[in-house]
């Protein structure tokens, strides 16, 4: 089950023509798909398409009535092969998956898949993982689309058209036997906005009605001497057709061409970015009526070499809105105006920053500075973040002391069973030392900040055990450990990492963060999960598989928050005499998701008037000497700190917030590092049993009694 | 032309929220509002990891139907408004954070500026790592964020919304959104805001009241009127009550103290149990600023052991007040000793907790927190974990000398705590044991334990008052060297380790122009961290080491 349930928002994908929707980014792009006539979906988790994949998943009952395939593939590889499906049917398929990893990941299929070419259209959706935000390295989809020659849609960022990239990514796909790649930027996911939908389509040809008359062409096989015949094709054949197709259909937009003998080209999903900079500089207005001509690149691979030129000559100067780097783009330009004897000035990255996200303040300055140079009167007006820093009426005038900012990266929920695993590995490295902790993609990775610090590299999705490899070799000494969550670990990490560990005989730990979902990416299934799904299967242990690839070294921990027992159990891996890979299964479940499932339940439980127990965790401010030991080996949302009521005590107290789910890592921490008698666990019984009513009044009645003594004696001293 | 400036824009709203906290729901409902409204609605976020409790931004653009459609009809370049999905710092009109930190962040980031925008914060604080992390009290500045907001806003709603909602047991998006339509910063009513809340289905009632109760704190004026937002009527700033704040915490107990200062000063016996009242009136001679606190530590050394304890208290403040410098004022130096003279003579043992966790007023304060109500069972369970030191520490000199020797009696509470104790506290077995534990308050003074920090104590006395006699200010940083004094086990093992080294250095220092100042800079540097790194290198770099 995933974290964000779209049930009742896919409802709207059964709308037919004429209607006007007003939804969310991602469920316009899967209203497209139907509206296209997909045969197949597939796609691997991650943000920021993590929730088209919920969507999808949602959706899929609308899926079956239509005839579509969907899976939630293993792993982006997986979905970019699936899309093989496409290369002798007409069938039009669709993956998604983060980029630029997901890409890493698929580049292997997707370079075979576009070597060969496709008879069907295949659309690759990204979400583009880059600027504020991102949780990835900081690179550019755009240089898979040069090395692949697969074609990159870029639109603006604007539902409706979104929308309708989708549907002429597939046919610019067919018209050029290419895949075709559609880039959501990282904002245009989550953008909300509306559009007016068309009928649903049934795939022309299903999947099955492909199947009843298997094809093969051995052209279309990667394996000499085909290979060197698809290098041709897609320079003699694809490219000029993909280039006619995007002229005749005017993907690329030109605007106000002989406003000014300067303009601006910029990639499509830039476009309302560059507008509202024009509209700050008084050159446009909310609805694009602009000073400046503007060429909008909806296409930015490949650059059509005409419609550029068309647009520079007769121009003194152009700037080119390029957002990351390399400047692929620039370059490109570069030598088409070069090699035509095109006279324009081309500015881009000499005026707008070479690196980092194109925000509206980074666009404006740029295109400030180039209006300044070409075509100063084009100015009507200044706004204020041009004023220079030191300047009162700047935004960014010093209005806040700096050190009362601090940053506030992403860390563990309340709850998370991820948490004591890690107070369990720093109370364990007390008695053991430190140790070299290689760490991998997924929510256990934010324990590389504070308090834990724990985690010295990253190199991938399931990488964490081979990020170590080198480290573990049997005559390494002091034990590595590898960290991989249950997602890497399906991912790839147990022939990348278990495997290979098993086979080169490595002496590392590897931990297994098993919390029975995909948890970083919105609590996807996944094939160790405990659910029970009508349509996928589940519940398929991790250990079980570590061991039937040969490992001999292997324990479950089905209980994360007994912390001395994950204390003791690393002492123990990382100090027994065994050899080769020694392999943690720490289990418990995601507390998102469980309080999803839980909550639910309880209130129907109190509701009949079931027993009902309510756990939380509290700290006496008496006991508290606000030394705050608990907080650093734990960094829980839910424990906080707060002013000490004590009149002669000054520190904060440590205290636990309403939000407290009652997860017991305070206490087993108090426990397990010896902190202090402070932490209580509160459990309130709800429709109580003839039983408990009696025991409460038992219970009453005696520390009444007992408590005498002790209140008199301080009854002489406090004030009454 | 310069149709932005002129006023052909969108509204431009930001929410700055923390992850998880409910900023993409109030954005949704910021949208469906206005769209009900007539608007056209855009609404971006940076999802992702950033949602995991991190600092996150959402953005809203919303093109009033006012505005107009296209100027030039159909000959428009596009039909629909472009909307950013960026704020552009220096060009957002209303800027709503959910907490104080995160509008600090909304300041320096420029999104909230004074020419433009509606600031509309919490002012709960959601404490930072760092700010939590500290060993002693590592919290930001609340004022000077809350300074900032003021500097940075056209109008400021400034309330604690967070506590708003709570007490409407709902969310503070809810409560967010009533400040937003209460400040009427945007043209809808009051029922269109609400359109969205009743739309959603779940938790409508709550969730109204906490709208009607952000809706009240905004400050808004009735606006059926029909005064515009702008006009020069409305308050530039309203800041309502903010009692999640720790300043505020911090400064009525401040006020407190004033107040038990007034009553001292007339009549201190009244401030005490009747067993001190004798003690109190000795308080009279004493500097007036130290009397409360003087008279704290009277009933706190007397509940914790007994009228001789609380004499022998008062006898140790009592040589600080002679050599007090500035009697007539805030009384410094015998303020501080009075507060640490009483938190160290009242060292938390195995016998004073047990005492803490059995207390009527402490089972009531456990009640109310797990807000159960009167006749409901209630259980309480304790994590504890009694050491084998501090089981011998407690007991008598010889008995525990011998125990803290014998193999046996070491693996017998090995077994019983190796895992760590939980004791239902609400048993009756529970409940008699703590009880029991609580009255063994006679051993105490018989205990090793005692008589080691007695002997500190007098040390430290000694050491200060020796300071205090040629430098008041420097014996009042000795008193205050007390406070690296805290915790339990380990914590509290590496507390005194520190504090041996600051005595060593405070008696390097005397006789420094600068000694106070310095002793107090290193004390700063014995509870930035938890090994000790900071407070070594700076004793190394000043050449104080032993």
Not at chain 1, 151 to 158: F, G, H, Q, T
Not at chain 1, 426 to 441: F, N, Q
Not at chain 2, 56 to 65: A, G, I, K
Request: glycine share 10%; proline share 5%; hydrophobic share 40%.
């Amino acid at each position: 089950m995933a974290e964000r349930s779209f049930a009742v928002e896919v409802e709207q994908l059964r709308r037919g023509s004429g209607e006007t929707l007003h939804v969310e980014g991602i469920l316009a792009v899967t209203k497209a798909l139907l509206q296209s006539g997909v045969a197949y979906v597939g796609g691997y988790q991650g943000a920021p398409i993590s929730h088209l994949m919920d969507v999808l998943g949602d959706a899929q009952p609308i899926l079956e009535e239509l005839g579509v395939y969907f899976e939630n593939s293993a792993s982006e590889a997986t979905a970019a092969a699936m899309l093989a499906a496409s290369v002798h049917y007409p069938l039009r398929g669709a993956v998604t998956f983060k980029s630029t990893v997901g890409l890493n990941v698929a580049s292997d299929a997707l370079a075979n898949l576009s070597s060969g070419g496709v008879l069907g259209g295949a659309l690759i959706i990204l979400g583009e993982d880059y600027g504020e935000g991102s949780s990835i390295m900081q690179e550019r989809a755009h240089a898979f689309a040069m090395k692949s020659q697969m074609w990159l849609l870029d639109p603006r960022p604007n539902v409706s058209a979104i929308v309708d990239a989708v549907e002429t990514g597939f046919e610019l796909s067919e018209a050029s036997n290419t895949p075709v790649m559609l880039d959501l930027r990282l904002r245009s996911c989550h953008l909300h906005g509306s559009f007016v939908a068309k009928d649903n389509r049934r795939p022309a040809v299903s999947v099955a009605q492909a199947l009843e008359h298997p094809k093969r062409d051995v052209g279309r096989i990667v394996l000499p001497p085909a290979s060197f015949v698809h290098e041709q094709e897609k320079i003699n054949e694809r490219w000029p057709a993909a280039v006619r197709f995007i002229k005749e259909r005017g993907l690329n937009e030109t605007i106000n061409d002989d406003a000014a003998d300067v303009g601006i080209i910029t990639q499509g999903g830039l476009y309302n970015t560059l507008n509202r900079s024009l509209e700050l500089l008084g050159c446009s207005d909310a609805f694009g009526n602009t000073t400046v001509p503007l060429y909008v690149m909806n296409v930015t691979y490949p650059v059509v070499e005409d419609e550029i030129i068309d647009f520079c000559r007769g121009k003194r100067a152009v700037l080119l809105v390029e957002e990351g780097q390399p400047d692929y783009i620039e370059q490109n330009l570069n030598t088409i105006l070069r090699r035509n004897g095109v006279e324009t000035a081309l500015h881009g990255k000499d005026l707008l920053p070479v690196a980092g996200e194109y925000t509206s303040a980074a666009v404006t300055k740029g295109v400030a500075e180039f209006l300044r140079l070409v075509l100063p009167d084009a100015i009507q007006h200044e706004p204020a973040l041009l004023r220079d820093r030191e300047d009162p009426a700047s935004p960014f005038a010093t209005r806040v002391a700096a050190e009362v900012v601090q940053p506030r990266p992403p860390g563990l929920c309340t709850g998370c069973p991820e948490r004591p695993i890690f107070s369990g590995m720093k109370l364990a490295e007390r008695e053991t030392g430190e140790h070299h902790v290689s760490a991998d993609i997924g929510c256990h990775l934010f324990a590389i900040n504070a308090p834990f610090e724990l985690g010295a590299t990253t190199m991938g999705y399931g990488l964490g055990s081979a990020g170590g490899a080198a480290l573990s070799g049997p005559g390494a000494g002091r034990r590595t450990v590898a960290f991989m969550g249950d997602g890497g670990f399906w991912h790839n990490g147990l022939t990348s990492g278990v495997g290979n560990a098993v086979f080169n005989k490595s002496d590392q730990l590897l931990v297994v963060v098993d919390n029975a979902y995909a948890a970083a990416t919105g609590g996807q299934d996944l094939l160790s999960s405990k659910a029970e799904t009508p349509t996928r299967s589940t519940q398929h242990p991790i250990e079980k598989a570590a061991r039937g690839v040969g490992v001999e070294w292997s324990k479950t921990i089905d209980d994360t928050f007994d912390v001395g027992r994950v204390r003791d159990t690393f002492i123990d891996a990382l100090t027994t005499e065994d050899k080769g890979p020694k392999v943690l299964v720490m289990q418990s479940e995601c507390q998102l998701n469980r309080q999803r499932r839980v909550k639910p339940e309880m209130r129907q439980a109190l509701k009949e008037g079931k027993r009902v127990t309510r756990e939380r965790f509290g700290v006496d401010p008496e006991t508290c000497t606000g030394d705050h030991a608990c907080i650093r080996i734990s960094g829980c949302p839910s424990l906080t700190i707060t002013s000490n009521p004590d009149p002669m005590r000054t520190h904060p107290i440590a205290t636990v917030l309403d939000s407290c789910v009652g997860c017991g890592v305070c206490g087993a921490n108090a426990h397990a590092a010896v902190l202090c008698p402070s932490f209580y666990r509160s459990d309130v019984v709800h429709n109580p049993t003839a039983g408990d009513k009696v025991r409460a009044r038992v219970r009453g009645w005696w520390m009444k009694r007992a408590s005498a003594r002790l209140e008199g004696h301080a009854a002489r001293f406090e004030a009454a | 032309m310069s149709s932005w400036a002129d006023g052909r824009r969108p509204v431009t709203l930001a929410i700055l929220a923390l992850g998880g906290e409910g900023g993409g729901v109030l954005a949704d409902w910021v949208v469906a509002a206005a769209e009900g409204a007539g608007y056209r609605a855009q609404n971006t976020s940076v999802a992702g990891v950033a949602q995991r409790t991190g600092a996150t931004v959402y953005y809203v653009e919303l093109f009033p139907p006012a505005r107009g459609a296209s100027p030039n009809g159909t000959g428009s370049v596009r039909d629909e408004p472009i909307m950013s999905i960026f704020p552009t710092p220096g060009e957002v009109d209303i800027v709503i954070t959910s907490e104080l930190m995160e509008c600090g962040r909304a300041v320096q980031r420029g999104f909230a500026t004074p020419d433009r925008t509606t600031l509309i914060t919490s002012t709960n604080r959601v404490y930072s790592i760092d700010e939590k992390m500290a060993l002693g009290d590592g919290r930001v500045d609340d004022d000077e964020l809350l300074a900032a907001a003021q500097r940075a806003s056209k109008r400021l709603i400034a309330a604690d919304f967070a506590a708003i909602a709570e007490s409407a047991d709902s969310v503070i998006s809810a409560s967010l959104l009533g400040a937003l339509a209460g400040s009427g910063a945007l043209e809808l009513t009051r029922e269109q805001f609400e359109a969205p809340i009743r739309a959603f289905g779940r938790s409508v009632e709550p969730s109204l009241a906490a709208f009607a109760g952000g809706f009240d704190a905004s400050g808004a004026p009735e606006r059926n009127g029909g005064a515009t937002p702008d006009s020069a009527g409305t308050p530039a700033l309203s800041v309502t009550h903010q009692p999640g704040s720790g300043r505020t915490q911090e400064s009525a107990k401040a006020t407190g103290e004033r107040r038990r200062n007034e009553v001292a000063a007339t009549d201190p016996a009244s401030l005490v149990g009747p067993e001190l009242r004798e003690l109190a009136e000795r308080t009279r001679g004493m500097p007036a600023a130290a009397r409360s606190m003087i008279l704290h530590g009277l009933v706190r050394t007397g509940v914790y052991q007994d009228l001789p304890y609380a004499e022998r208290y008062l006898d140790r403040v009592a040589r600080f007040a002679e050599v007090e410098p500035d009697r007539d004022g805030a009384a410094r130096l015998t303020v501080e000793a009075a507060r640490h003279i009483a938190l160290w003579m009242c060292y938390q043992d195995t016998i004073h907790v047990a005492l803490q966790k059995t207390r009527r007023a402490r089972m009531e304060r456990v009640r109310t927190e797990a807000k159960a109500q009167r006749n409901q069972l209630l259980e309480v369970r304790e994590f504890l974990h009694p050491q084998i030191d501090e089981i011998t520490d407690t007991l008598p000199t010889a008995l525990g000398a011998t125990l803290r020797r014998s193999k046996a009696f070491q693996r017998l509470v090995e077994r019983v705590t190796h895992k760590g104790l939980i004791l239902n506290t609400t048993s009756v077995f529970g409940y008699t044991l703590l009880a029991t534990m609580a009255r063994c308050r006679p051993l105490r003074p018989r205990s090793l334990r005692f008589g080691r920090e007695q002997a500190a104590i007098e040390q430290w006395i000694e050491q200060a008052l020796a300071a205090a006699t040629s430098d008041g200010e420097l014996g009042r940083e000795v008193v205050q060297c007390q406070e690296v004094l805290k915790g339990y086990g380990a914590t509290w093992a590496h507390g005194s380790e520190s504090f041996a080294k600051l005595m060593t250095a405070a008696r390097k220092l005397e006789g420094a122009p600068d000694a106070a100042e310095r002793l107090a800079a290193l004390r700063a540097a014995a509870l930035a961290d938890e090994d000790g790194a900071k407070l070594d290198s700076e004793l190394r770099s000043a050449a104080l080491v032993s």
